[in-house]
């Protein structure tokens, strides 16, 4: 299958700084990428739709001031978590989709924010 | 609001015996269903899906079944091997809905040689 790279693969910031997690296709071109939040124990949230070239679309109740999606490529996409509380501490994950088909949905390995 | 519910978090089962993961659903439009595999430090990968107008779709050792009126899914896996061990997502999406993936909450598979 397509290969997606997601880095970091987890990062410790202080609260109030902000940062930044890659999403690469790296033999693939993707026009759209999604990108989920996990709480442990609970299902993958979608907390964005990136599509390139365009702005991304936001689901109901993620702040897009707060977490800044940019998709300036077909291989890559990027989640910048600005000005990060501890709340915001979670696993993070990122997805691309060849096609429209979600058999063909393709996951990075995730990056876990911890937010001191 | 859950509408994708993976009730058991965990589950072990004998190698060589069947795996039954279990996923239920509130949403009724809901009309393809997925089923992901995780190992740990890795992203989900696409194991076996539906459609909602099949009951049984089968692909080697995995079988889904589907019953709508009971919004109701299930993953069996005959026979249980231990590189089988991860943790197995159920997710749905609507057509009419936007399409958007909605996952459960995962259910941790461990099969004991």
């Known amino acids: 299958g397509a290969v997606v790279s997601q880095h970091p693969s987890w990062v410790i910031c202080k609260s109030g700084t902000s940062v930044k997690i890659e999403c690469r296709s790296l033999?693939?071109?993707?026009?759209?990428m999604f990108w989920y939040r996990q709480f442990p124990k609970q299902s993958l949230m979608l907390m964005a739709t990136s599509n390139e070239g365009s702005k991304a679309t936001y689901e109901q109740g993620v702040e897009k001031d707060k977490f800044l999606i940019n998709h300036a490529s077909l291989t890559l996409s990027t989640l910048t978590v600005t000005s990060a509380h501890p709340e915001d501490s979670s696993f993070y994950i990122c997805s691309a989709r060849v096609g429209g088909k979600y058999e063909k949905l393709f996951f990075g390995s995730g990056t876990q924010l911890s937010v001191l | 609001d859950q509408q994708v519910k993976q009730n058991s978090p965990s589950l072990s089962v004998q190698e060589g015996r069947i795996s039954i993961l279990n996923c239920d659903y509130t949403n009724s439009m809901f009309d393809y269903f997925l089923w992901y595999k995780k190992y740990p430090a890795e992203g989900p990968t696409f194991l076996i899906s539906i459609s909602s107008i099949k009951d049984k779709n089968e692909d080697g050792r995995f079988t889904v079944f589907l019953n709508k009126s009971a919004k109701h899914l299930s993953l069996h896996i005959v026979p249980s091997q231990p590189g089988d061990s991860a943790v197995y997502f159920c997710a749905a999406s609507a057509s009419n809905q936007g399409g958007k993936l909605i996952f459960g909450q995962g259910t941790e598979l461990s099969v004991k040689p």
């Open positions: 033999d693939f071109q993707a026009t759209t």
